[in-house]
């Protein structure tokens, strides 16, 4: 057995390691263990789910761990990954488990873990609960047959999230607006729709039926153009594309063009900042924003937090420094003083109220910075060996970053979900980024595929 977790749970193929049915108990019974159960009596965990056929078989297996370790589960069906976060905390949980790969195909689908307080669990917890696994479970003790756990399905979760998503906007009407939504035929398929609609917009879904088979396929925060047809077809004011488990949303405006998540991030921030609600007059973004961003924040008087990709990190530096808002490009926007992750749907929800309260539409209030020509690529390969140890592209890399010092960056990493290598190019003209990002690439498929 390798390691366990990667930057966003335990993701993979379902059905081959780590994503396996006898996996997936190990985790119930391991994180149990690591909070407590067998020991302490009463304690509870929320289980959701996104729409993936192999969601059914991960959830038994799951909750059969949780429970033989005398943890009682409250199941909630298909629900997105920030409704689960909130219910967490809602129904006083001690932890909560959300069974999805996000924006990844089908085939593929993991496990995230939350803490009692709807954040994702810190690297230490997790660490914890690998080391219990890897061992042999040897650290995991049974208990009595009389102290397992229960298990039973909530009704009423998905309606205890619609009035909590539709609180952050404080029920602001939305009347008036033609939106299209896409749920990528995910976990946002059913609740989504109900919660634009009871807030008065008239909307337009699509991709909302899912089968198993067809979350994120076509569809969804990844293929933004779905919905960018629809919304040229309609005359929409926006369109809206959620991601399988909707935590990330992606827009395109009333033209159908795309506004990504540093365009959003940037809007949010000058509205917050306008109206003396930016805390730490802040944001937090990754790496791979933008440069335009940085520049266009700069002049408003905002300060950027950077760090490492992955929303995770983002929300780590918020907390430490009592952020509310940050991001990612990739539509991963965290709104701290409602969420505790990423929430595709209360995003969206605070874009359409500032467009409503400036009376712009989003291509004006997405005008606000001028982007670098950037292009990230994705490149699979075998193995993730250390790109140190790999010559060729370290010169390269090295090569690239003396040529476009001052005037652009490369960034090259692996994905902590895929087996894939990301490659960001960014410079001030695309003459440079074509340059750079075949160089950098055809050295990664000599060496690498």
């Known amino acids: 057995m390798g390691k366990l977790f990667g930057t966003d749970g335990v993701r993979g193929r379902a059905n081959t390691y780590p994503v396996t049915p006898d996996m997936a108990m190990k985790i119930g019974r391991a994180t149990a263990a690591v909070f407590g159960a067998g020991k302490n009596h009463g304690l509870k965990a929320v289980v959701g789910k996104d729409t993936r056929l192999s969601g059914y078989m991960l959830e ?11 943890m009682d589960v409250l199941e909630v069906g298909p629900m997105p990954t920030p409704a689960v976060a909130h219910l967490i905390k809602s129904m006083g949980a001690t932890c909560g488990f959300m069974i999805t790969a996000s924006h990844n195909p089908a085939h593929d689908n993991g496990i ?58 404080k029920n602001q009407s939305l009347k008036g607006l033609k939106i299209v939504l896409d749920c990528a035929n995910g976990a946002a398929y059913s609740i989504a729709p109900l919660i634009f609609r009871e807030l008065g917009a008239e909307v337009i879904v699509t991709a909302n039926t899912p089968d198993g088979l067809n979350i994120n396929d076509q569809c969804g925060a990844l293929h933004f153009e779905h919905a960018s047809d629809l919304v040229r077809k309609h005359r929409a004011d926006v369109g809206i594309s959620l991601d399988g488990d909707a935590d990330r ?27 003396g609600h930016l805390a730490g007059n802040s944001v937090v973004v990754t790496n791979m924003s933008n440069l335009g961003l940085y520049a266009a924040m700069s002049d408003a008087g905002i300060k950027i937090e950077e760090t ?15 952020y509310n808002l940050g991001g990612e490009q990739s539509g991963h926007i965290i709104f701290m003083d409602y969420a505790t992750t990423g929430d595709g749907i209360i995003t969206a929800l605070h874009v359409l109220k500032i467009m409503i309260s400036q009376g712009k539409k989003l291509h004006e209030l997405a005008d606000f910075m001028s982007e670098f020509p950037q292009v990230i690529k994705s490149i699979p390969v075998k193995e993730k060996k250390p790109i140190v140890e790999i010559t060729a592209l370290r010169d390269v890399i090295i090569e690239a970053e003396k040529a476009l ?13 895929e087996p894939k290598i990301r490659v960001l190019v960014e410079a001030r003209s695309q003459q440079d980024v074509d340059i750079w990002l075949n160089r950098i690439s055809e050295i990664i498929k000599r060496e690498l595929q």
């Open 60 to 70: 038994k297996a799951l909750v059969s761990g949780l429970l033989s370790m005398g």
């Open 112 to 169: 995230k873990i939350f803490g009692g307080d709807g954040f994702k669990l810190p690297d230490a917890t997790e660490n914890k609960i690998e080391k219990l696994i890897l061992e042999g479970e040897s650290g995991v003790k049974s208990i009595s047959s009389d102290a397992i756990g229960r298990a039973a399905r909530i009704d009423d979760a998905r309606g205890r999230y619609i009035e909590f998503a539709k609180s952050s906007i």
């Open 249 to 275: 949303v992606i827009f395109c405006d009333g033209n159908g063009n795309e506004v990504n998540g540093d365009r959003i991030i940037g809007l949010c921030a000058l509205d917050l900042m306008n109206r």
């Open 308 to 322: 490492q990709v992955g929303d995770r990190y983002v929300i780590e530096r918020m907390r430490s420094g009592g």
């Open 405 to 417: 010092a001052g005037n652009g960056r490369t960034i090259v990493r692996y994905s902590g979900t």
